[in-house]
Protein backbone atom coordinates (compact mmCIF):
# COMPACT_ATOMS: atom_id res chain seq x y z
CA UNK A 1 0.00 0.00 0.00
CA UNK A 2 2.28 3.16 -1.18
CA UNK A 3 1.76 6.53 0.46
CA UNK A 4 0.89 8.68 -2.88
CA UNK A 5 0.59 11.98 -1.36
CA UNK A 6 0.06 15.78 -2.34
CA UNK A 7 1.23 19.33 -0.38
CA UNK A 8 0.06 22.07 -1.25
CA UNK A 9 -0.09 25.69 -0.29
CA UNK A 10 -3.43 27.71 1.39
CA UNK A 11 -4.11 28.69 -2.12
CA UNK A 12 -4.51 25.02 -3.53
CA UNK A 13 -0.67 25.53 -5.06
CA UNK A 14 1.59 22.42 -5.43
CA UNK A 15 4.23 23.04 -2.86
CA UNK A 16 7.40 21.91 -5.04
CA UNK A 17 10.74 20.33 -3.39
CA UNK A 18 8.81 19.80 0.55
CA UNK A 19 10.07 16.45 1.89
CA UNK A 20 8.04 13.88 4.08
CA UNK A 21 10.39 12.01 6.71
CA UNK A 22 9.20 8.91 8.44
CA UNK A 23 9.95 8.98 12.23
CA UNK A 24 7.72 6.25 13.47
CA UNK A 25 5.78 3.10 11.57
CA UNK A 26 3.27 1.80 13.89
CA UNK A 27 1.87 -1.69 13.76
CA UNK A 28 -1.87 -1.97 14.56
CA UNK A 29 -3.10 -5.34 16.43
CA UNK A 30 -4.04 -8.05 14.65
CA UNK A 31 -3.19 -6.55 11.68
CA UNK A 32 -6.63 -5.08 10.93
CA UNK A 33 -6.80 -1.14 10.93
CA UNK A 34 -11.40 -1.75 11.09
CA UNK A 35 -11.68 -1.24 15.11
CA UNK A 36 -9.23 1.62 15.62
CA UNK A 37 -11.66 3.43 12.54
CA UNK A 38 -14.12 2.50 14.37
CA UNK A 39 -13.36 3.85 17.68
CA UNK A 40 -12.00 7.25 16.36
CA UNK A 41 -15.04 7.70 14.44
CA UNK A 42 -16.96 6.76 17.38
CA UNK A 43 -14.72 9.34 19.49
CA UNK A 44 -14.48 6.63 21.72
CA UNK A 45 -11.15 8.26 23.33
CA UNK A 46 -8.05 10.76 23.12
CA UNK A 47 -6.22 10.43 20.63
CA UNK A 48 -2.93 9.09 22.49
CA UNK A 49 -5.43 6.72 24.15
CA UNK A 50 -6.72 4.98 20.87
CA UNK A 51 -3.42 4.77 19.67
CA UNK A 52 -1.83 3.06 22.67
CA UNK A 53 -5.00 0.55 22.72
CA UNK A 54 -4.33 -0.29 19.18
CA UNK A 55 -0.93 0.41 18.19
CA UNK A 56 0.96 -1.43 21.10
CA UNK A 57 4.47 -1.58 19.43
CA UNK A 58 6.27 0.97 16.73
CA UNK A 59 9.65 1.34 15.50
CA UNK A 60 12.18 4.43 14.57
CA UNK A 61 13.80 2.51 11.62
CA UNK A 62 14.06 2.86 8.92
CA UNK A 63 13.36 6.13 8.79
CA UNK A 64 13.00 7.11 4.71
CA UNK A 65 12.45 10.51 3.53
CA UNK A 66 10.48 11.53 0.20
CA UNK A 67 10.49 14.81 -2.22
CA UNK A 68 7.44 16.26 -3.83
CA UNK A 69 7.71 16.60 -7.51
CA UNK A 70 6.78 19.58 -9.42
CA UNK A 71 3.13 18.78 -9.03
CA UNK A 72 3.60 18.88 -4.95
CA UNK A 73 3.33 14.70 -5.23
CA UNK A 74 4.94 12.36 -3.32
CA UNK A 75 5.04 8.29 -3.76
CA UNK A 76 6.82 6.38 -0.44
CA UNK A 77 6.73 2.47 -0.71
CA UNK A 78 7.47 0.02 1.77
CA UNK A 79 5.56 0.80 5.00
CA UNK A 80 2.95 -1.73 4.41
CA UNK A 81 -0.67 -2.10 5.19
CA UNK A 82 -2.52 -1.57 7.96
CA UNK A 83 0.09 0.56 9.26
CA UNK A 84 0.14 4.46 11.30
CA UNK A 85 2.83 6.14 10.07
CA UNK A 86 4.14 9.61 11.90
CA UNK A 87 6.28 11.59 10.38
CA UNK A 88 7.23 15.38 9.32
CA UNK A 89 6.56 17.96 6.90
CA UNK A 90 8.85 20.49 5.44
CA UNK A 91 9.65 22.84 2.62
CA UNK A 92 11.45 26.08 1.98
CA UNK A 93 8.16 27.56 2.10
CA UNK A 94 6.54 25.84 4.15
CA UNK A 95 6.08 25.27 8.47
CA UNK A 96 7.66 22.21 9.50
CA UNK A 97 4.75 20.14 11.34
CA UNK A 98 3.58 16.36 12.22
CA UNK A 99 1.93 14.50 10.45
CA UNK A 100 0.07 11.48 10.56
CA UNK A 101 -1.07 8.78 7.91
CA UNK A 102 -2.82 5.69 7.81
CA UNK A 103 -1.63 3.04 4.78
CA UNK A 104 -5.06 2.83 4.16
CA UNK A 105 -7.45 5.12 1.23
CA UNK A 106 -9.96 7.28 3.04
CA UNK A 107 -10.91 10.14 4.13
CA UNK A 108 -9.09 12.14 6.98
CA UNK A 109 -10.58 11.22 10.58
CA UNK A 110 -10.33 14.31 12.57
CA UNK A 111 -9.87 12.48 16.73
CA UNK A 112 -9.45 14.90 19.82
CA UNK A 113 -6.00 14.74 20.99
CA UNK A 114 -6.32 17.29 24.00
CA UNK A 115 -9.41 18.59 25.73
CA UNK A 116 -7.43 21.62 26.95
CA UNK A 117 -8.45 23.72 29.91
CA UNK A 118 -11.75 26.50 28.82
CA UNK A 119 -10.87 28.08 32.13
CA UNK A 120 -6.95 29.17 31.74
CA UNK A 121 -7.58 29.51 27.98
CA UNK A 122 -6.35 26.58 26.62
CA UNK A 123 -7.74 26.00 23.09
CA UNK A 124 -8.76 21.60 22.88
CA UNK A 125 -6.64 19.80 20.24
CA UNK A 126 -7.25 17.46 17.50
CA UNK A 127 -4.82 15.15 15.71
CA UNK A 128 -5.54 14.28 12.25
CA UNK A 129 -4.88 11.19 10.37
CA UNK A 130 -4.88 11.37 6.68
CA UNK A 131 -5.53 8.09 4.44
CA UNK A 132 -2.50 6.96 2.25
CA UNK A 133 -3.70 8.91 -0.74
CA UNK A 134 -3.82 12.30 1.26
CA UNK A 135 -3.71 15.42 0.02
CA UNK A 136 -1.95 18.22 2.41
CA UNK A 137 -2.22 22.04 3.13
CA UNK A 138 0.56 23.47 4.45
CA UNK A 139 0.48 26.81 6.29
CA UNK A 140 3.16 28.98 5.45
CA UNK A 141 6.19 29.56 7.28
CA UNK A 142 7.47 33.04 8.36
CA UNK A 143 11.12 33.61 7.54
CA UNK A 144 12.95 35.12 10.45
CA UNK A 145 17.11 35.95 9.97
CA UNK A 146 19.46 37.83 12.16
CA UNK A 147 22.89 38.12 13.93
CA UNK A 148 24.25 36.31 16.99
CA UNK A 149 26.74 38.47 18.94
CA UNK A 150 28.66 38.72 21.88
CA UNK A 151 26.87 40.66 24.47
CA UNK A 152 30.05 42.72 25.38
CA UNK A 153 32.95 42.49 22.56
CA UNK A 154 29.79 42.86 19.81
CA UNK A 155 31.50 40.27 17.77
CA UNK A 156 29.59 37.74 15.76
CA UNK A 157 29.56 34.45 17.22
CA UNK A 158 29.69 31.70 14.32
CA UNK A 159 28.39 27.52 14.94
CA UNK A 160 25.68 29.15 17.18
CA UNK A 161 22.27 26.88 17.01
CA UNK A 162 19.19 28.71 16.33
CA UNK A 163 15.75 26.27 17.09
CA UNK A 164 12.16 26.99 17.64
CA UNK A 165 10.09 27.03 20.56
CA UNK A 166 6.47 26.87 19.64
CA UNK A 167 3.98 24.86 20.17
CA UNK A 168 2.41 25.20 16.97
CA UNK A 169 5.23 23.64 15.80
CA UNK A 170 5.76 20.70 18.51
CA UNK A 171 2.19 20.61 19.93
CA UNK A 172 3.16 17.53 22.35
CA UNK A 173 6.00 14.86 22.67
CA UNK A 174 4.59 11.48 21.49
CA UNK A 175 6.50 8.25 22.04
CA UNK A 176 10.02 10.83 21.27
CA UNK A 177 8.54 12.53 18.24
CA UNK A 178 9.29 16.32 18.89
CA UNK A 179 10.23 17.81 15.31
CA UNK A 180 12.73 21.00 15.94
CA UNK A 181 13.51 23.68 13.51
CA UNK A 182 16.62 24.66 13.90
CA UNK A 183 19.85 26.41 11.62
CA UNK A 184 23.39 27.37 12.65
CA UNK A 185 24.93 31.08 12.37
CA UNK A 186 27.57 31.52 9.75
CA UNK A 187 31.28 33.09 10.02
CA UNK A 188 29.66 36.49 10.45
CA UNK A 189 26.99 35.26 13.39
CA UNK A 190 24.53 35.57 10.58
CA UNK A 191 21.19 32.82 10.62
CA UNK A 192 18.20 32.15 8.46
CA UNK A 193 15.37 30.21 10.07
CA UNK A 194 13.17 28.84 8.16
CA UNK A 195 9.85 26.44 8.63
CA UNK A 196 8.46 28.44 11.66
CA UNK A 197 4.95 29.42 11.27
CA UNK A 198 2.75 33.11 10.70
CA UNK A 199 1.54 34.49 13.47
CA UNK A 200 2.56 35.37 17.04
CA UNK A 201 3.27 33.94 20.33
CA UNK A 202 6.33 32.26 20.47
CA UNK A 203 9.87 32.51 21.15
CA UNK A 204 13.66 31.40 19.39
CA UNK A 205 16.10 29.66 21.62
CA UNK A 206 20.22 30.60 20.43
CA UNK A 207 22.00 27.19 21.94
CA UNK A 208 25.95 27.90 22.24
CA UNK A 209 28.21 25.14 20.84
CA UNK A 210 29.63 22.75 23.34
CA UNK A 211 33.03 24.38 23.38
CA UNK A 212 31.31 28.35 23.48
CA UNK A 213 31.49 29.76 27.30
CA UNK A 214 28.11 31.19 26.90
CA UNK A 215 24.70 29.97 28.22
CA UNK A 216 21.67 29.18 26.10
CA UNK A 217 18.74 31.68 25.94
CA UNK A 218 15.57 32.46 24.33
CA UNK A 219 14.18 36.14 22.56
CA UNK A 220 10.33 36.88 21.27
CA UNK A 221 10.04 36.45 18.19
CA UNK A 222 7.21 39.49 16.51
CA UNK A 223 4.47 39.30 15.05
CA UNK A 224 4.87 38.39 11.21
CA UNK A 225 2.60 37.73 8.30
CA UNK A 226 5.49 35.68 6.37
CA UNK A 227 5.76 38.43 3.86
CA UNK A 228 9.02 39.74 4.97
CA UNK A 229 11.54 38.50 7.54
CA UNK A 230 11.34 39.03 11.43
CA UNK A 231 14.38 40.24 12.33
CA UNK A 232 15.64 39.13 15.75
CA UNK A 233 19.23 40.18 16.87
CA UNK A 234 21.22 38.21 19.81
CA UNK A 235 23.22 38.85 22.32
CA UNK A 236 24.86 36.44 24.41
CA UNK A 237 26.64 36.98 27.48
CA UNK A 238 29.59 35.09 28.54
CA UNK A 239 29.38 32.77 31.85
CA UNK A 240 32.05 30.57 33.74
CA UNK A 241 33.20 27.41 32.75
CA UNK A 242 32.50 24.65 35.48
CA UNK A 243 35.07 22.26 35.18
CA UNK A 244 35.14 18.69 37.22
CA UNK A 245 35.24 14.96 37.69
CA UNK A 246 32.76 12.40 38.17
CA UNK A 247 34.09 9.03 40.36
CA UNK A 248 32.38 6.48 42.06
CA UNK A 249 32.11 7.48 45.66
CA UNK A 250 33.70 3.81 46.69
CA UNK A 251 36.26 2.96 44.13
CA UNK A 252 37.19 6.07 43.28
CA UNK A 253 36.68 4.86 38.97
CA UNK A 254 35.52 7.44 36.79
CA UNK A 255 31.59 7.97 35.37
CA UNK A 256 30.59 9.11 32.35
CA UNK A 257 27.57 10.77 33.74
CA UNK A 258 25.39 13.62 32.47
CA UNK A 259 25.45 17.18 33.66
CA UNK A 260 23.29 20.10 33.97
CA UNK A 261 23.30 23.28 35.06
CA UNK A 262 20.78 25.29 37.36
CA UNK A 263 21.22 28.55 39.20
CA UNK A 264 19.34 28.73 42.16
CA UNK A 265 16.29 30.30 42.56
CA UNK A 266 15.23 30.81 46.20
CA UNK A 267 14.92 32.91 49.16
CA UNK A 268 18.17 31.52 51.41
CA UNK A 269 20.60 30.77 48.38
CA UNK A 270 19.27 32.90 45.61
CA UNK A 271 21.46 34.06 42.49
CA UNK A 272 21.18 37.81 41.80
CA UNK A 273 23.32 37.68 38.47
CA UNK A 274 19.98 35.83 36.95
CA UNK A 275 18.98 39.56 35.84
CA UNK A 276 22.17 40.08 33.63
CA UNK A 277 21.41 36.99 31.92
CA UNK A 278 17.86 37.75 29.81
CA UNK A 279 16.53 35.25 28.79
CA UNK A 280 18.18 32.39 30.48
CA UNK A 281 15.26 32.12 32.67
CA UNK A 282 12.55 29.83 30.96
CA UNK A 283 14.94 28.16 27.89
CA UNK A 284 13.92 24.39 28.31
CA UNK A 285 16.35 22.70 25.99
CA UNK A 286 17.68 20.23 28.34
CA UNK A 287 18.53 17.38 25.64
CA UNK A 288 20.83 20.34 23.97
CA UNK A 289 22.49 21.98 27.04
CA UNK A 290 23.14 18.34 29.02
CA UNK A 291 27.44 18.38 28.75
CA UNK A 292 28.52 14.05 29.02
CA UNK A 293 31.40 13.08 31.21
CA UNK A 294 34.32 11.80 29.05
CA UNK A 295 35.99 8.46 29.16
CA UNK A 296 38.22 9.95 32.70
CA UNK A 297 34.95 11.01 34.41
CA UNK A 298 35.68 14.89 33.16
CA UNK A 299 33.51 17.58 31.72
CA UNK A 300 32.75 21.00 30.95
CA UNK A 301 29.21 22.96 31.22
CA UNK A 302 28.82 26.47 31.69
CA UNK A 303 27.20 28.42 34.20
CA UNK A 304 26.01 31.64 36.01
CA UNK A 305 28.36 33.79 38.22
CA UNK A 306 26.73 33.19 41.91
CA UNK A 307 24.45 30.25 43.34
CA UNK A 308 24.15 27.64 41.50
CA UNK A 309 23.87 23.45 41.05
CA UNK A 310 25.35 20.65 38.86
CA UNK A 311 22.56 17.92 38.36
CA UNK A 312 24.53 14.88 37.62
CA UNK A 313 22.70 11.80 36.44
CA UNK A 314 24.04 8.24 35.73
CA UNK A 315 20.40 6.00 36.10
CA UNK A 316 22.19 3.07 36.58
CA UNK A 317 21.01 0.99 39.68
CA UNK A 318 22.17 0.55 42.42
CA UNK A 319 23.37 3.77 42.09
CA UNK A 320 21.59 5.92 44.91
CA UNK A 321 19.24 9.29 43.44
CA UNK A 322 20.15 12.84 44.91
CA UNK A 323 17.03 12.92 47.59
CA UNK A 324 18.27 9.37 49.27
CA UNK A 325 21.75 10.85 49.73
CA UNK A 326 22.97 12.36 52.86
CA UNK A 327 26.08 13.60 51.87
CA UNK A 328 27.25 16.89 50.45
CA UNK A 329 25.82 16.11 46.92
CA UNK A 330 22.18 15.01 48.51
CA UNK A 331 19.20 17.17 49.43
CA UNK A 332 16.02 16.29 51.61
CA UNK A 333 14.13 18.13 49.51
CA UNK A 334 11.69 16.83 46.66
CA UNK A 335 11.73 19.63 44.34
CA UNK A 336 14.09 23.04 43.72
CA UNK A 337 13.29 26.75 42.58
CA UNK A 338 15.67 26.58 39.73
CA UNK A 339 16.74 28.25 36.85
CA UNK A 340 16.17 28.13 33.57
CA UNK A 341 13.22 25.43 34.88
CA UNK A 342 12.44 24.32 37.96
CA UNK A 343 14.18 20.98 38.99
CA UNK A 344 10.18 19.37 40.13
CA UNK A 345 11.78 15.81 41.17
CA UNK A 346 15.36 15.77 42.90
CA UNK A 347 15.19 11.95 42.18
CA UNK A 348 16.00 12.84 39.17
CA UNK A 349 19.76 13.41 39.57
CA UNK A 350 22.24 10.88 41.63
CA UNK A 351 24.33 14.18 43.12
CA UNK A 352 23.20 17.72 43.07
CA UNK A 353 26.41 19.57 43.59
CA UNK A 354 26.51 23.37 45.15
CA UNK A 355 28.95 26.03 43.09
CA UNK A 356 29.31 29.54 43.22
CA UNK A 357 31.55 31.42 40.70
CA UNK A 358 32.56 34.81 41.70
CA UNK A 359 31.36 36.93 38.98
CA UNK A 360 34.31 37.85 36.14
CA UNK A 361 35.96 34.51 36.70
CA UNK A 362 36.62 32.42 33.67
CA UNK A 363 36.15 29.23 35.29
CA UNK A 364 35.85 26.85 38.37
CA UNK A 365 36.43 23.47 39.80
CA UNK A 366 34.46 20.84 41.25
CA UNK A 367 34.45 17.64 41.84
CA UNK A 368 31.17 15.11 42.17
CA UNK A 369 30.58 11.81 43.34
CA UNK A 370 28.32 9.20 42.62
CA UNK A 371 27.11 7.03 45.48
CA UNK A 372 27.12 3.27 44.70
CA UNK A 373 24.63 2.03 47.76
CA UNK A 374 24.87 -0.66 50.26
CA UNK A 375 26.07 -4.18 48.76
CA UNK A 376 25.24 -7.60 50.48
CA UNK A 377 25.72 -11.19 49.97
CA UNK A 378 23.06 -13.68 49.37
CA UNK A 379 22.53 -17.21 49.05
CA UNK A 380 19.53 -19.50 47.69
CA UNK A 381 18.37 -22.98 49.86
CA UNK A 382 15.47 -25.50 48.43
CA UNK A 383 12.56 -26.36 50.21
CA UNK A 384 15.16 -29.17 52.04
CA UNK A 385 17.33 -26.52 53.35
CA UNK A 386 20.25 -27.60 51.11
CA UNK A 387 21.82 -24.87 48.68
CA UNK A 388 20.39 -24.26 45.48
CA UNK A 389 21.99 -23.16 41.94
CA UNK A 390 19.92 -22.46 38.96
CA UNK A 391 17.79 -19.92 39.99
CA UNK A 392 16.93 -16.41 38.32
CA UNK A 393 16.45 -13.29 40.39
CA UNK A 394 14.08 -10.02 39.71
CA UNK A 395 15.39 -6.78 41.19
CA UNK A 396 18.69 -8.39 42.79
CA UNK A 397 20.46 -4.65 42.19
CA UNK A 398 16.93 -2.24 42.33
CA UNK A 399 16.66 -2.88 38.12
CA UNK A 400 13.73 -3.96 38.39
CA UNK A 401 14.55 -7.08 35.89
CA UNK A 402 15.33 -10.68 35.93
CA UNK A 403 18.93 -11.50 35.51
CA UNK A 404 20.48 -14.41 33.83
CA UNK A 405 20.49 -18.50 35.56
CA UNK A 406 22.56 -18.07 38.68
CA UNK A 407 25.40 -20.85 38.41
CA UNK A 408 25.74 -20.87 42.18
CA UNK A 409 24.01 -20.55 44.82
CA UNK A 410 25.32 -17.89 46.46
CA UNK A 411 25.09 -14.26 44.68
CA UNK A 412 25.92 -10.60 45.60
CA UNK A 413 23.63 -7.77 44.88
CA UNK A 414 23.54 -3.81 45.78
CA UNK A 415 20.37 -1.62 46.90
CA UNK A 416 19.73 2.30 47.68
CA UNK A 417 19.60 2.32 51.24
CA UNK A 418 16.81 4.41 51.81
CA UNK A 419 14.18 2.14 50.80
CA UNK A 420 13.01 -1.06 51.19
CA UNK A 421 11.61 -3.60 48.13
CA UNK A 422 11.36 -6.88 47.21
CA UNK A 423 13.89 -9.59 45.68
CA UNK A 424 12.07 -12.12 43.95
CA UNK A 425 14.09 -15.72 43.43
CA UNK A 426 12.82 -18.34 41.12
CA UNK A 427 13.53 -21.67 39.60
CA UNK A 428 10.34 -21.77 36.88
CA UNK A 429 11.58 -25.60 36.06
CA UNK A 430 11.18 -26.87 39.36
CA UNK A 431 7.77 -24.45 39.99
CA UNK A 432 9.74 -23.18 43.32
CA UNK A 433 10.00 -19.21 44.42
CA UNK A 434 11.44 -17.26 47.19
CA UNK A 435 11.03 -13.17 48.10
CA UNK A 436 13.56 -11.25 50.10
CA UNK A 437 14.46 -8.11 51.24
CA UNK A 438 17.82 -6.56 51.39
CA UNK A 439 19.52 -6.42 54.86
CA UNK A 440 19.38 -3.90 56.86
CA UNK A 441 23.48 -2.69 56.73
CA UNK A 442 26.20 -2.68 54.13
CA UNK A 443 27.63 -5.50 53.61
CA UNK A 444 25.02 -7.92 55.33
CA UNK A 445 23.54 -11.06 54.11
CA UNK A 446 20.26 -12.70 53.43
CA UNK A 447 18.83 -16.24 52.76
CA UNK A 448 15.98 -17.34 50.26
CA UNK A 449 14.80 -20.09 50.83
CA UNK A 450 12.27 -21.52 48.35
CA UNK A 451 9.61 -22.83 47.98
CA UNK A 452 6.29 -24.31 45.73
CA UNK A 453 5.00 -21.70 44.35
CA UNK A 454 1.45 -20.69 43.72
CA UNK A 455 -0.51 -22.34 40.43
CA UNK A 456 -2.96 -20.41 38.14
CA UNK A 457 -4.96 -22.31 35.99
CA UNK A 458 -8.07 -21.17 33.58
CA UNK A 459 -10.02 -20.84 30.67
CA UNK A 460 -9.85 -17.55 28.27
CA UNK A 461 -12.95 -16.79 26.32
CA UNK A 462 -14.42 -13.83 24.16
CA UNK A 463 -16.78 -11.63 24.80
CA UNK A 464 -19.09 -14.07 23.58
CA UNK A 465 -17.91 -16.68 26.01
CA UNK A 466 -16.64 -19.08 23.32
CA UNK A 467 -12.92 -20.11 24.38
CA UNK A 468 -10.22 -18.65 22.69
CA UNK A 469 -7.60 -21.01 21.51
CA UNK A 470 -3.91 -20.28 20.76
CA UNK A 471 -3.51 -16.92 22.12
CA UNK A 472 -0.24 -15.58 23.42
CA UNK A 473 -0.92 -14.84 27.05
CA UNK A 474 1.77 -12.23 28.74
CA UNK A 475 1.77 -12.85 32.76
CA UNK A 476 3.18 -9.37 34.77
CA UNK A 477 3.13 -8.79 38.13
CA UNK A 478 3.23 -6.14 40.97
CA UNK A 479 5.15 -5.96 44.10
CA UNK A 480 4.29 -5.26 47.40
CA UNK A 481 7.27 -2.98 48.18
CA UNK A 482 9.15 -0.93 46.29
CA UNK A 483 8.08 0.52 42.85
CA UNK A 484 4.52 0.03 42.44
CA UNK A 485 4.33 -0.62 38.65
CA UNK A 486 3.61 -3.93 36.82
CA UNK A 487 6.45 -6.12 35.84
CA UNK A 488 7.17 -9.01 33.39
CA UNK A 489 7.17 -11.98 35.19
CA UNK A 490 8.59 -15.41 33.78
CA UNK A 491 7.89 -17.09 31.62
CA UNK A 492 7.43 -14.08 29.62
CA UNK A 493 4.47 -15.87 27.54
CA UNK A 494 1.98 -18.63 27.95
CA UNK A 495 -0.41 -20.22 24.82
CA UNK A 496 -3.84 -20.82 25.68
CA UNK A 497 -4.94 -24.82 24.14
CA UNK A 498 -7.54 -25.69 22.01
CA UNK A 499 -10.08 -25.40 24.63
CA UNK A 500 -8.36 -21.75 25.77
CA UNK A 501 -7.38 -23.14 28.53
CA UNK A 502 -3.82 -21.88 30.66
CA UNK A 503 -2.08 -22.87 33.44
CA UNK A 504 0.98 -20.53 34.76
CA UNK A 505 3.13 -22.03 38.11
CA UNK A 506 5.36 -21.21 40.15
CA UNK A 507 3.71 -17.62 41.42
CA UNK A 508 5.21 -15.79 44.16
CA UNK A 509 2.33 -15.64 46.76
CA UNK A 510 0.63 -12.50 47.82
CA UNK A 511 1.38 -10.31 44.98
CA UNK A 512 -1.21 -9.09 42.06
CA UNK A 513 -0.66 -10.41 38.83
CA UNK A 514 -1.95 -9.93 35.32
CA UNK A 515 -2.59 -11.50 32.04
CA UNK A 516 -2.28 -9.46 28.57
CA UNK A 517 -3.35 -10.56 25.04
CA UNK A 518 -1.37 -7.56 23.74
CA UNK A 519 -3.79 -5.00 24.41
CA UNK A 520 -6.15 -6.28 27.51
CA UNK A 521 -6.06 -7.79 30.24
CA UNK A 522 -7.13 -10.25 33.37
CA UNK A 523 -6.32 -8.90 36.52
CA UNK A 524 -6.07 -11.70 39.63
CA UNK A 525 -3.93 -12.82 42.73
CA UNK A 526 -3.50 -10.68 46.03
CA UNK A 527 -3.88 -13.57 48.21
CA UNK A 528 -2.45 -16.43 46.66
CA UNK A 529 -0.78 -18.95 49.33
CA UNK A 530 2.45 -21.38 48.62
CA UNK A 531 1.48 -24.56 46.80
CA UNK A 532 -2.06 -23.46 45.67
CA UNK A 533 -3.85 -24.08 42.36
CA UNK A 534 -6.12 -21.54 41.75
CA UNK A 535 -8.60 -22.26 39.26
CA UNK A 536 -9.88 -18.39 37.63
CA UNK A 537 -12.91 -19.94 35.81
CA UNK A 538 -14.00 -18.42 32.53
CA UNK A 539 -11.42 -15.54 32.07
CA UNK A 540 -11.98 -12.66 29.81
CA UNK A 541 -9.47 -9.91 29.10
CA UNK A 542 -10.78 -6.02 29.42
CA UNK A 543 -9.11 -2.79 28.25
CA UNK A 544 -6.03 -1.46 30.36
CA UNK A 545 -6.58 1.51 32.49
CA UNK A 546 -3.35 2.21 33.52
CA UNK A 547 -0.22 0.58 31.80
Known amino acids: MPITGQIVDLEGKPVRNATLTVWQTHEVSGDDLGPWVAAALGKQGLAFDLERKFFPRYTTAPCPTVTTNADGKLRLTGIGRNRLVRGIIEG????????????????????????????????????????????????????????????????????????????????????????????????????????????????????????????????????????????????LKRGVWIEGKITDKVTGKPIKAGVEYFALYDKDFSNAHIREYPGFDGTIVREEVVAGAKEDGSFRVVGLPGPGLLGVYYHRDPYVRADARDDEFGTKEKSLNTAPYHISFTSNYNALAKVNPAKGAESVRCDVTIDPGWTFKASVLGPDGKPLAGARAFNLNTDWKWGGIMMAAEFAGGFNPQGGYDIVVLYPEKGLVGTAQPPKQNGGAVVVKLQPGAIATGRLVGADGKPRAGVELEPWFRLTKGWRAWHRYLPHSIKTGDDGRFRLEALAPDYEYRLRDGTDEAVFGGGLRSGEVKDLGDVKVTPSTER
Open 92 to 235: PSIASQQVCIVTRPGKPIDVLSDKGRQEYGEPSQTTTYYGSDFRFVAAPCQLIVGVVRDADTKKPIAGTTVRGLNRLVAPSSYRGLHPVVRTTTDAEGRYRLLGMPTGKGYSIAIIPSKDQPYVARHVEVPPGVGTEPATVDVD
